[in-house]
Structures are given as C-alpha cells and as structure tokens.
C-alpha cells in the first residue's frame, strides 16, 4: 500500500481511507472490468430478439470485446475469483462483487434458457452452461497469457478463443 500511495502521490492514510488493504485495491479493480462485462451484456442481451445461436455468437464477441478493453485487469479478475484473496475483503465490497458476479451469470443463463426452451440447445440446466462457459472463457485467457510469458510470444488470442467457442457451440447444439 505505501508503493501504490507513493506512487498516486498520495498518503498511505488517505488510501485506508478508500480501501480496507491491499487486497481491497486488487478488488476494485476486478469489479471495474466486472462492471464493464456486465454493462456490455445487458447491452447485448437486450438488442432486438435473436436467435439463440445468434445470441450464443454476440455472447462471444462480449466476452473477447471484454478481454481486448483490459486483459491484466481481466486476468486480475480471474486470480481473484479463484483465490482466498475474497475472504479479505470488507463486507460491503464482497456484497458487491458477488451481486454483480451473480447479474452477470444470470444473464448469460438467460442465453442458455431461452436455447433450451427453443430446443435449439441440449436440455442441461441453463446456470451449469453458463458456469461452463465461464470456466471456458477464464481458461483460455489464462493459458494464452501464460504462454505469453512462459514462450515469451505475443499470439493473438483469436484463434484459441475462436476454437473454444466453436467446440463449444457445436456442444450445446441439438
């Protein structure tokens, strides 16, 4: 907390004023892209009624339109969620992630069901495909920016992303 108040040129206080710890700090950072991704979603979502498949395709240039906007800030999302750093937070910020976390899921729940009544999607429970398909997406962005710095390659994401979601529709589809 001192180097990051150093370095905003602020007092080491006056960030304790704003955040509990540091854990705090890396929190409200997860909870910005948070917000953008669920932002963008409902954008998404509430365009004209599309096709489930369709729907399925706009969900994946969500989420890669995501990825490009910030993909420390999103990566830093994804450690945070699969880390004890969640334990440390203030109630009030933990309340928050975890609705925001929850609207997000439950849009994209939203796609699914909406498949599955049409019966354009396989008959599983629309909050498990989209506890998939968030593992899927967290996933590849891990491994692509884990390649990155172990290979020491700057690969477009693209095609790993692309591939993904291809198996994956093909999955879900009756």
């Not at 705090?24 to 979603?41: D, K, P, R, T």
């Amino acid at each position: 907390m001192e180097d990051i108040a150093r370095e905003s040129e602020l007092s080491p206080g006056t960030l304790y004023l704003y955040f509990k710890n540091k854990d705090e700090l890396y929190a409200s950072l997860s909870v910005e892209i948070l917000e953008h991704l669920h932002n963008q979603l409902k954008r998404m979502y509430i365009q004209e009624t599309q096709s489930p498949q369709r729907r399925i395709d706009l969900l994946q240039k969500t989420l890669f339109d995501v990825y490009e906007f910030d993909p420390l800030i999103l990566v830093n999302l994804f450690h945070l969620q699969s880390s004890d750093i969640l334990k440390n937070l203030s109630a009030p910020m933990l309340s928050h992630f975890r609705d925001l976390s929850g609207k997000t899921i439950d849009i994209i729940s939203k796609i699914f069901e909406e498949g599955i009544s049409g019966r354009v999607f396989i008959e599983k429970h629309p909050k498990d495909l989209s506890d998939v398909m968030w593992a899927l997406f967290s996933g590849v962005v891990l491994w692509e920016e884990s390649k990155r710095i172990i290979n020491d390659q700057h690969d477009p994401i693209n095609p790993a992303f692309d591939t993904a979601f291809e198996i994956f529709s093909r999955g879900i589809s009756r």
